[in-house]
C-alpha cells in the first residue's frame, strides 16, 4: 500500500528561525512529489512540485529537497514569519496503476514572535 | 478569480437527512476531486473525476455518491448521513491526474456536522 509518513507531527518555533520538515513515502513507481501549505480554515495550496530528476527547488523561503533513492523529500523554511504558521502537507502522485495522489497526514508548524 | 468555489461553508444535519455539497471550478480544468479532512488523519479522497462523464472511487467511498453535471461542476451527495461523515470536505481540481501537472487547486471546504 502506498505510504506517505511525514515527521515531525508538530513544530514550534520562534519567528527567525529557520526549521526542515521530512517527508518519508513508499510510493511506486514515483512520478511527483509536491508540499502542500494550509492554512487554518482554508484549502491546501501548493508550495512546490518535484520530479524524479530534481534534487533541489527554492520558492522564495522555502526549499524542497528530493532524494527519490531513499524516497524522501524536505522542506526547508528560511527565516521564518508568523505567516508561516499553517500545516505543511507532503503529496506523492505514482505513475501507471498508482497515480492517485497519496497525502501525508501533515506538519503543524507554529511561529511565535 | 473565483477559482474552485464550494457551498455550503457550513452545514449542520441530523442523522439520516440528506444533502448535496455543490461544487464548481472556472479554471476549465479536466479532473475533480472531493476529499474530507479529520483532526489527524490527514486528506482522504472520496471520489474523484478524471473528466467529465466519469467518476470514480477514492479510498473512503462509502456513504458518498457523486456527480460531474458538466466540466464545471461536481457534487457530491450524502443520501443518509451519520455521525462518522461529521468532518471538513474538500472540493478540488485540476489539469491532469497523471504526469507532472497535476496540482490540486481546492476550494475553501465545507465544515459537515452530523448531530
Known amino acids: 500500500k502506498n505510504q506517505v509518513e511525514q515527521s515531525p507531527q508538530s513544530l514550534i518555533i520562534l519567528e527567525g528561525k529557520n526549521c526542515t520538515l521530512q517527508?518519508?513515502?513508499?510510493?511506486?513507481?514515483?512520478?511527483?512529489l509536491r508540499w502542500y501549505k494550509q492554512d487554518t480554515g482554508r484549502g491546501p495550496v501548493s508550495l512546490t512540485i518535484m520530479t524524479f530528476s530534481e534534487n533541489t527547488k527554492s520558492n522564495g523561503r522555502y526549499t524542497a529537497t528530493l532524494d527519490a533513492d531513499t524516497k524522501q523529500s524536505s522542506l526547508h523554511i528560511t527565516a521564518s514569519q508568523l505567516s508561516d504558521s499553517a500545516s505543511y502537507i507532503c503529496?506523492?502522485?505514482?505513475?501507471?496503476?498508482?497515480?492517485?495522489?497519496?497525502f501525508g497526514r501533515g506538519t503543524s508548524l507554529i511561529v511565535h514572535p | 478569480n473565483a477559482g474552485v468555489t464550494q457551498t455550503p461553508k457550513f452545514q449542520v444535519l441530523k442523522t439520516g437527512q440528506s444533502m448535496t455539497l455543490q461544487c464548481a471550478q472556472d479554471?476549465?480544468?479536466?479532473?475533480m476531486y472531493w476529499y474530507r479532512q479529520d483532526p489527524g488523519m490527514g486528506l482522504r479522497l472520496i471520489y474523484y473525476s478524471a473528466s467529465e462523464g466519469t467518476t470514480d472511487k477514492g479510498e473512503v467511498p462509502n456513504g458518498y455518491n457523486v456527480s460531474r453535471l458538466n466540466k464545471r461542476e461536481f457534487s457530491l451527495r450524502l443520501e443518509s448521513a451519520a455521525p462518522s461523515q461529521t468532518s471538513v470536505y474538500f472540493c478540488?481540481?485540476?489539469?491532469?491526474?497523471?504526469?507532472?501537472?497535476?496540482?490540486?487547486?481546492f476550494g475553501q471546504g465545507t465544515r459537515l456536522t452530523v448531530v
Open positions: 517527508c518519508n513515502y513508499t510510493v511506486s513507481p514515483f512520478s511527483n
Open positions: 503529496v506523492v502522485s505514482g505513475s501507471g496503476g498508482s497515480y492517485i495522489p497519496t
Open positions: 479554471m476549465n480544468h479536466n479532473s
Open positions: 478540488a481540481s485540476g489539469w491532469s491526474l497523471v504526469g507532472s501537472n497535476t496540482e490540486a487547486f
